[in-house]
Each structure stands twice: as C-alpha cells, then as structure tokens.
C-alpha cells in the first residue's frame, strides 16, 4: 500500500518547463520585433542625418564661391575707385597749370561712378546669398544634429532590447520601448520642421 497519493512530478515539471517556454518564446519574439522596428527608424535616422549633413556642406560650398564673387567684386570697385582716383590727378593737373581739363574727364568719371554703383550692387547682392546660404546650412546642421541625437536614442534603446532579451526583464523590455518611442517623436518633429 503507497504511503501517499503519488503525484507525477516528472509529467508536471514538464509542463511547467512548457509553459515558460512558451512564455518566454512569445516574450523574445515582442522584443525581437520591437528592437526590430526600432532598428528601421534608426537605420532611416541616420540616413536623413547623413543627408543632412551633406545638403549643408553644399550649402557652405555655395556660400563659399558667392563669398569668392562678393570679393571680385569688391577689388573691381576698388580697382575702379583707384582707376579715377588717378584720372581725378590729372584733371587737377590740367586745372594746376590754368588749362581746362578735356571734357572726356568729365565723362569718364561720371562713368565710373555709375560702373561702381553697379558693382557694388552686385557685390551686396552676392553678400546676401552668401548670407542666405550660410544660414540655411546652419538650419541644415542644427537638423543633422536632431537626427544624429534621434539615432543615438534608438541604439541606446536598441541595446536595452538585447538585455532584455537576455535577461528576460520586462522592465528593462519597457523602458527600452519607451526611450524608442521617445526617439520615434524626435525623429517625426524633426522630419516634418
């Protein structure tokens, strides 16, 4: 006669050992699958950061050669200026020794004064592309660095999904979704400002 009602532990520890099985596989898949998407918004991320990036050196390049224009043009006036500074003296020459200058003098200034208002229109005109160019690549920078910082938000939370994966913390597993959702909402207001 048994001592005791004989209770199969084996067949019970077995379906324990099932159930977290089943447990923890459908606990590793929502985590794969979050990491997973988490993965696509960085992997875009970082695309638009290195575009970015790129859009605002073209942006400084161009500033660069309007910059270069904005130079030429001001040693033209300068050259100009110099050009009828020295007409200027000879025509005092003329007056010095009591003679009328000719009359091409006359002309002649009056035509360089208009050449440097031209020229130095064309010279602010450079100036301020320039200026527009310089500031659309800061504003490009200052959105390479939100996407950069985007980035870096879903690695971290990224590899807060592998130590959950590995430790089979649901904490972590949260905190991971949230640092990820709060990545997602820098990525979406950078992209759309």
Known sequence: MPEG???ETEKLREDIHEELEHEGGAFLKRIALTTAILAVFAAIAALRAGATVNEALMERTEAARLQAEASDQWAYYQA????AAV???SRTSWLAIGKEPPPEYEKEKERRAD?????????????KQRDEKLAESDHLIHLHHRFANA????QVSIAL????ALTRNRAVWLISILLGAGGIVLFGVTLLG
């Open 115 to 127: 050449e440097q208002k031209e020229i130095s229109k064309t010279g602010r005109e450079k100036e």
């Open 161 to 164: 999904g592998a130590v959950a």
């Open 5 to 7: 009602p004989e209770v």
């Open 80 to 83: 100009k200026g110099i050009k």
């Open 151 to 154: 980035v870096a938000i879903f």
């Open 87 to 89: 007409e200027e003296a």
